[in-house]
């Protein structure tokens, strides 16, 4: 069985500060999504990366995905409250794998 | 234009009754998808449909059951209800599975 462990499950930080959400598996992605969910609607997707140590920029978000394509991570710089959701990482083997997710929550 | 539309947004309901979710799409996606989520924010795929025809049946209690009477619409239909059932249910679709989903705003369920 396939699985994605996915930290921390829960940040709370001030605003400017920076972070970083972690994505691992011991087993192998073929892409690994992540999606951003707010209050009341469905998550959507920010980023997928495809090749092992594939990093893609998105305004302050950086994200990683490994050399062994097991594992991944989101870095947020400067936070706003903005940035404030719900964020799940997804493995892509066949079906959508999605993580715990990490609910971040920026303060002004 | 909604891309993915769910109905209901909201559903409350008595143990033991019959519901259903409808879904449509309006990307031209041949992939469609029931996904539950629960009151940890867990998501976890339910079903997937691919042209019509189901794909993906995870191990979901055969009381549920999905329908997808054309590529743009897939139902869900849950007879039965038990309390465990309350979560929220998503509705996706894909142009291939199981590339970039887009996900409709979710029927949160809650069995009384």
Redesign the interface.
């Known amino acids: 069985t396939q699985l994605l462990e996915q930290s921390p499950q829960f940040l709370s930080i001030q605003e400017g500060e920076n972070l970083t959400v972690y994505c691992n598996s011991s087993s192998v992605f073929s892409s690994l999504?992540w999606y951003r969910?707010e209050p009341?609607?469905?998550?959507?997707?920010l980023v997928?990366v495809v090749t092992g140590g594939e990093v893609k920029k998105l305004k302050r978000l950086t994200f990683q995905f490994g050399d062994a394509r097991k594992d991944s991570s989101l870095h947020i710089t400067a936070a706003q409250p903005g940035d404030t959701g719900?964020y799940?990482c997804a493995g892509?083997g066949?079906?959508?794998i999605?993580g715990?997710?990490t609910?971040l929550s920026v303060k002004p | 234009d909604t891309a993915v539309s769910q109905t209901p947004k909201y559903l409350v309901t008595q143990m033991g009754n019959d519901k259903s979710i409808k879904c449509e799409q309006n990307l031209g996606h041949d992939t469609m998808y029931w996904y539950k989520q629960d009151s940890k924010k867990f998501l976890k795929i339910m079903f997937s449909y691919n042209n019509k025809e189901l794909i993906i049946n995870e191990t979901v209690p055969n009381r549920f059951s999905p329908k997808s009477p054309d590529k743009a619409h897939l139902n869900l239909h849950i007879n039965s209800l038990e309390l465990g059932d309350s979560a929220v249910y998503f509705c996706a679709s894909s142009s291939r599975d199981p590339g970039k989903q887009f996900f409709g705003p979710g029927t949160r369920l809650t069995v009384l």
């Open positions: 999504q969910q009341g609607e469905g998550p959507v997707l997928t719900l799940l892509a066949g079906k959508l999605f715990q997710g609910e």
